[in-house]
């Protein structure tokens, strides 16, 4: 059976730092893109951040973050847990939204993440709250 587990929400002040983790299992986690999204109340879901298959765990692997995220947030990876993170820092009230983890076999660039049935599975999603 195939799961990706997030956890790691909860409610910070502006400022504050979360760290996200995916765990997974039921696939070949060496073979999937692990990305993250993000759907606030009212607002379209969005790509966060991803990492892809290929040299993860190294220098070489293929990054993408939000423009909005870009030096707040890093992705990370365990390929001995099957796990990805997203730290978060200097978090804002515009970061509050429900995330999620995804897995596909594909890469992470804008295309790759614009479309959503490249992402063959999901985790069920982990609260963030930013309080002002």
């Known amino acids: 059976e195939v799961q990706l587990v997030e956890s790691g929400g909860g409610l910070v002040q502006t400022g504050g730092s979360l760290k996200l983790s995916c765990a997974t299992s039921g696939f070949t986690f060496d073979d999937f893109a692990i990305a993250w999204f993000r759907q606030a109340p009212g607002r379209e879901r969005e790509p966060v951040s991803c990492?892809?298959?290929?040299?993860?765990?190294?220098?070489?692997?293929?990054?993408y973050y939000k423009d909005s995220v870009k030096g707040r947030f890093t992705i990370t990876s365990d390929s001995e847990k099957n796990t990805v993170y997203l730290q978060m820092n200097s978090l804002k009230p515009e970061d509050t939204a429900v995330y999620y983890c995804?897995?596909?076999?594909?890469?992470?660039?804008?295309?790759?993440?614009?479309?959503?049935?490249?992402?063959?599975?999901w985790g069920q999603g982990t609260q963030v709250t930013v309080s002002s």
């Open positions: 995804a897995a596909g076999e594909t890469g992470c660039s804008s295309a790759h993440l614009s479309v959503a049935w490249l992402w063959k599975y």
């Open positions: 990492v892809s298959s290929s040299y993860r765990d190294t220098l070489f692997a293929d990054e």
